[in-house]
């Protein structure tokens, strides 16, 4: 059974900092690219970073760069989100997402910016 099991979402003022991180099962971690998602309310869902399956390359959207940074861990089938100097806007709920011959999505964390 697939799954992915996002955690680590909450309330943080602006500038703060929290990391997400979901936890992969059911499939072969390592050959899939890995993605979080944010979806605002009354908003669509967007890809807000991804990382490659080795874990060579990472890819954000623009109005992040420079303060979250997405890693993996292929051997703990694990991918982590570091989000940094929050902004309201970054209020959201965050999906994480396996994608390769299928597409998995887990249930999503919210996250809360502020004051």
């Known amino acids: 059974q697939v799954q992915l099991v996002e955690s680590g979402g909450g309330l943080v003022q602006p500038g703060g900092s929290l990391r997400l991180s979901c936890a992969a099962s059911?499939?072969?971690?390592?050959?899939?690219?890995m993605g979080w998602y944010r979806q605002a309310p009354g908003k669509e869902r967007d890809l807000v970073a991804a990382i490659t399956s080795a874990g060579g390359t990472a890819n954000y959207i623009d109005s992040v760069k420079g303060r979250f940074i997405i890693s993996r861990d292929n051997a703990k089938r694990m991918v982590y989100l570091q989000m940094n100097s929050l902004k309201p806007e970054d209020t959201a709920v965050y999906y994480c997402?396996?994608?390769?011959?299928?597409?998995?999505w887990g249930q999503g964390t919210q996250v809360t910016v502020s004051s």
């Open positions: 997402n396996a994608l390769f011959r299928s597409s998995y």
């Open positions: 059911g499939f072969t971690f390592s050959d899939y690219v």
